[in-house]
């Protein structure tokens, strides 16, 4: 979608499998069942939504899937399936790896920051030589002291190498003129948000404070949130926001809506959009 001097894109990098239970907490399943169907470990598919921002020479991708580096242990438990990588649809935008100048993780785990590095001749290296990789300190203080209950969530190796290309910020932030940082907590203590105002125009990246539509709802919380009652205040209060600005909103895990705007914030009903 263009707009303006903006160009919007989605790239994703396949499909992974996570516990339905774990997705939507306390949502029974008779509920969440209407949204996605389960397989027999009750694992349901989710997508993996790169968003692309182009305006001039800047390119920003907030957020890199699930990546490469992954023994299979976890190409079983995640039962990871794609076509092609974000590699390779960034390639048939005629992105190179060179071209990118800015990345943005809403938090640092491994569903969310995999092409942030790749092994070359035995060596893991920036992904994006040229980028800055924006996170919150929280996240990397997070990162850096994972424990016993979030270490699982991580894979480590996705942060090698790359402290050159590190931009650590603290609260909100405007990364480029039209695209600012929002910190919101919930999911993880340094869980942020992207929001592209461009014109008339609002493109909000939710991470996973809101993974899927079938999640708007803001009762509707991962039993993976450490702090649910963040994410509950700043779903009520972001969505409001999107319900009287229109926004663009994208959800980075539904594989089958991955954008659309809210038509009716009472019943949190959604349209579906092209982005």
């Known amino acids: 979608m263009k707009v303006d001097n903006f ?35 009750n694992r349901i598919t989710l997508g993996t939504n790169t968003l692309v921002i182009r305006s001039g020479k800047k390119i920003a991708l907030v957020d890199l899937g699930m990546g490469d580096k ?10 990871i399936k794609r076509e092609k990588n974000t590699i390779q649809r960034l390639e048939d935008l005629h992105i190179k790896t060179e071209d990118v100048t800015h990345v943005i993780f809403t938090h640092g785990h491994l569903d969310h920051t995999g092409w942030s590095t790749v092994n070359r001749n035995g060596l893991l290296v920036p992904t994006f030589p040229n980028a800055k990789y924006f996170l919150q300190d929280d996240t990397w ?27 650590i910020i603290s ?26 105002r461009v014109v008339n125009n609002t493109f909000v990246y939710f991470g996973d404070l809101i993974p899927t539509s079938a999640h708007i709802k803001p009762a509707y919380i ?20 999107a319900y009287e600005e229109q926004w663009n909103i994208i959800f980075e895990h539904d594989p089958n809506m991955p954008s659309a705007k809210l038509k009716d914030v009472e019943r949190y009903s959604l349209e579906r959009i092209t982005v």
């Open 70 to 79: 992954y023994d299979q242990k976890l190409l079983s438990i995640y039962d």
């Open 141 to 167: 203080d997070e990162i850096r002291n994972a424990n016993e209950k979030t270490k699982p969530n991580y894979n480590f190796q996705n942060f090698v190498n790359l402290d050159n290309n590190l931009e």
């Open 171 to 196: 609260g909100d932030e405007e990364v480029f003129p039209g695209v600012q940082l929002v910190k919101t907590g919930g999911h993880t203590k340094g869980h942020q948000i992207v929001i592209s």
């Open 7 to 41: 160009e919007y894109f989605l790239v994703n990098d396949g499909t992974f499998k996570l516990d339905g239970g774990a997705m939507f907490g306390v949502v029974p399943k008779p509920v969440w069942q209407k949204y996605f169907i389960s397989d027999e470990q």
């Open 222 to 241: 991962m039993g993976y949130d450490l702090y649910p009652m963040d994410t509950f205040s700043q779903k009520k209060k972001l969505l409001e926001e």
